[in-house]
């Protein structure tokens, strides 16, 4: 097919990568831990590991995995804390190992989580101490017979350690009290794996390395399966991608965003296969301690979300960090909005740098040359190796100018979901391109961009919330006889959840709904905002929802 994009590749960005170079993440993790083994690797609350440190403390890991919860290859290990020494750890040292990576939001609320570890499987689960209350209270209902532990401090220094840890559990008190039987502490399992032999497992671009979850247009989740092929392809993609503005064994990326969601998940992982160090911030809603970390460290490089990039130039203490050496602020996850990319460049002296992409495509699939001088609005080009289409329902592609669905083909396009067959078969056409849901319009040169959304999706700061999952615990309450959820334009978020209901019990309040909300979802889910209406709810033919028709201001 006809790809104007590459006239817009700067110069040395190829139009193809060499898919071979890897065999997978392992070999990947393995190539760049004894190329870079004396650089630091990553940072976390000032501690820095190097690339040697990991490879030592993942193979621990990894060893414990096979040889002290017997594991199988192909096992699923979920992993279910931010960013901390330890994700990285757990991340490669289950990869290594032959088993399968399932990334879970710490924050969830009881019912999502039993939800994902039930249809992944998961048999052993990483978790933050803090978190281990929610796990408790579903382990019965899944397949789950291991559970890690680690403390917010485990890999600081010993002094750093023990400090943070207290202050964590005793002073702060952000530990609900839990008690999971037969659980291992993880500075205990590194111990262990220490004295275990890891046996080499030959793993190729067919393995699945991580099951990777999004929303259902059912409201139920649904695990992208994303190969080390996948995974390889984008890393490798993405490095390319950037290279014009970045120099090998290098650069310094600050990661604010949780390792857990895919955008996240990749950057560090095409930033780490370059020798990168990799800043990991814990918790950016504190402020003060994202700011303090960025003043620690002189970076090069930080990727974000529009909401993230808003608090930043909001927050005072952000005149205090130092951006001198600062070469890429990549954006992604949502749209960026124009005040948000005037007020970066303002103060930033560079452009927020737009990408597009999506779970199912491990994640990025198109994005402006990192050369730009300024935002534009559009999301950009296709990476190498990747092709973007636009077709109408009937899957054929639309006349140049003209609005279409966006659909992609590239070794970095899942292999489908999870269990799920029919719904797999269903993002694909005969031609083997992936729907995205979302519309868009090209122009001459191969730029897109977006200008709707074909699904009812929400995104909340970067993170899908699927309508039905929402309808569905609004009227899990008795007082609520139906009710709507729709996305509705907010100036943080870019959207937020609003719900329309119809109740049963006049009675119903807005609080008591929202607390209800709380127990069943996590707080990017939550409605922002709550109308009643006292009529039915507007419908098709065959009794559905008209969501479109709920987005409007309330009404008198």
């Known amino acids: 097919m006809s790809k104007p994009w590459l006239s817009q590749y700067p110069a040395g960005v190829p139009p193809e990568i060499d898919l071979h170079r890897y065999a997978s993440l392992k070999d990947v993790l393995q190539s760049c831990c004894a190329r870079f083994a004396d650089r630091p690797a990553y940072a976390s609350m000032g501690a820095v590991m190097s690339f040697r440190e990991l490879d030592e403390a993942s193979r621990g890991f990894a060893a414990w995995l096979q040889k002290g919860a017997g594991l199988q290859r192909g096992e699923r290990v979920a992993l279910m804390m931010p960013n901390l020494l330890q994700f990285p750890v757990a991340l490669f040292g289950a990869l290594r190992a032959g088993m399968v990576v399932v990334n879970v939001n710490p924050m969830y609320t009881p019912r999502e989580l039993q939800h994902q570890l039930k249809d992944a499987g998961a048999t052993v689960v990483v978790v933050l101490e803090n978190f281990a209350h929610t796990l408790q209270q579903v382990i019965a209902s899944t397949a789950v017979r291991k559970v890690i532990t680690t403390q917010v401090g485990d890999l600081l220094p010993p002094l750093q350690r023990l400090l943070t840890n207290t202050v964590v559990?005793?002073?702060?008190?952000?530990?609900?009290?839990?008690?999971?039987?037969?659980?291992?502490?993880?500075?205990?399992?590194?111990?262990?794996?220490?004295?275990?032999?890891?046996?080499?497992?030959?793993?190729?671009?067919?393995?699945?390395?991580?099951?990777?979850?999004?929303?259902?247009?059912?409201?139920?989740?649904?695990?992208?399966?994303?190969?080390?092929?996948?995974?390889?392809?984008?890393?490798?993609?993405?490095?390319?991608?950037?290279?014009?503005?970045?120099?090998?064994?290098?650069?310094?990326?600050?990661?604010?965003?949780?390792?857990?969601?895919?955008?996240?998940?990749?950057?560090?992982?095409?930033?780490?296969?370059?020798?990168?160090?990799?800043?990991?911030?814990?918790?950016?809603?504190?402020?003060?301690?994202?700011?303090?970390?960025?003043?620690?460290?002189?970076?090069?490089?930080?990727?974000?979300?529009?909401?993230?990039?808003?608090?930043?130039?909001?927050?005072?203490?952000?005149?205090?960090?130092?951006?001198?050496?600062?070469?890429?602020?990549?954006?992604?996850?949502?749209?960026?909005?124009?005040?948000?990319?005037?007020?970066?460049?303002?103060?930033?002296?560079?452009?927020?740098?737009?990408?597009?992409?999506?779970?199912?495509?491990?994640?990025?699939?198109?994005?402006?040359?990192?050369?730009?001088?300024?935002?534009?609005?559009?999301?950009?080009?296709?990476?190498?190796?990747?092709?973007?289409?636009?077709?109408?329902?009937?899957?054929?592609?639309?006349?140049?100018?003209?609005?279409?669905?966006?659909?992609?083909?590239?070794?970095?396009?899942?292999?489908?979901?999870?269990?799920?067959?029919?719904?797999?078969?269903?993002?694909?056409?005969?031609?083997?391109?992936?729907?995205?849901?979302?519309?868009?319009?090209?122009?001459?040169?191969g730029g897109f961009r977006l200008t709707d959304r074909k699904k009812d999706m929400i995104v909340v700061s970067g993170f899908k919330v699927f309508p039905n999952e929402v309808e569905d615990v609004v009227t899990l309450h008795p007082g609520v006889l139906e009710a709507g959820a729709v996305g509705v334009p907010d100036e943080r978020s870019g959207e937020a959840v609003k719900v329309v209901v119809v109740r049963e019990d006049p009675g119903l309040t807005e609080a008591d709904l929202l607390a209800h909300c709380r127990q069943h979802l996590t707080a990017y889910k939550l409605p922002r905002v709550i109308e009643f209406r006292d009529e039915p709810l507007p419908k098709t033919a065959v009794g559905k929802i008209l969501r479109r028709e709920l987005r409007g201001p309330p009404r008198a």
């Not at 960026?336 to 452009?351: D, K």
């Open 169 to 445: 559990k005793h002073v702060k008190k952000m530990v609900p009290p839990w008690q999971i039987e037969g659980a291992i502490g993880f500075r205990d399992v590194l111990s262990a794996g220490r004295g275990m032999t890891l046996d080499d497992v030959a793993l190729t671009h067919a393995d699945l390395a991580f099951l990777q979850y999004t929303g259902g247009t059912t409201g139920v989740a649904k695990g992208a399966m994303l190969s080390h092929g996948n995974m390889v392809a984008n890393v490798l993609q993405v490095a390319a991608w950037v290279a014009p503005n970045l120099r090998v064994g290098e650069e310094t990326l600050v990661i604010p965003l949780p390792l857990v969601h895919v955008f996240a998940l990749t950057g560090a992982l095409s930033f780490f296969s370059t020798g990168a160090l990799t800043v990991l911030v814990a918790n950016p809603r504190d402020m003060p301690a994202f700011l303090k970390a960025m003043k620690q460290q002189r970076f090069t490089a930080i990727i974000g979300v529009n909401t993230l990039f808003r608090a930043l130039l909001d927050a005072p203490g952000f005149a205090g960090v130092d951006l001198g050496a600062l070469k890429l602020a990549v954006a992604g996850g949502m749209a960026v909005q124009q005040v948000v990319a005037h007020r970066w460049r303002e103060r930033a002296g560079v452009p927020l740098v737009e990408g597009y992409g999506l779970t199912e495509s491990a994640p990025v699939a198109i994005a402006n040359p990192v050369t730009v001088a300024e935002w534009s609005g559009q999301i950009g080009v296709p990476l190498p190796s990747t092709e973007a289409a636009l077709l109408d329902e009937a899957g054929a592609p639309v006349p140049l100018g003209q609005v279409g669905e966006i659909a992609l083909r590239g070794p970095q396009v899942m292999q489908g979901y999870w269990q799920r067959p029919a719904e797999s078969a269903a993002m694909f056409t005969a031609e083997g391109w992936m729907r995205t849901g979302d519309m868009g319009v090209m122009d001459e040169r």
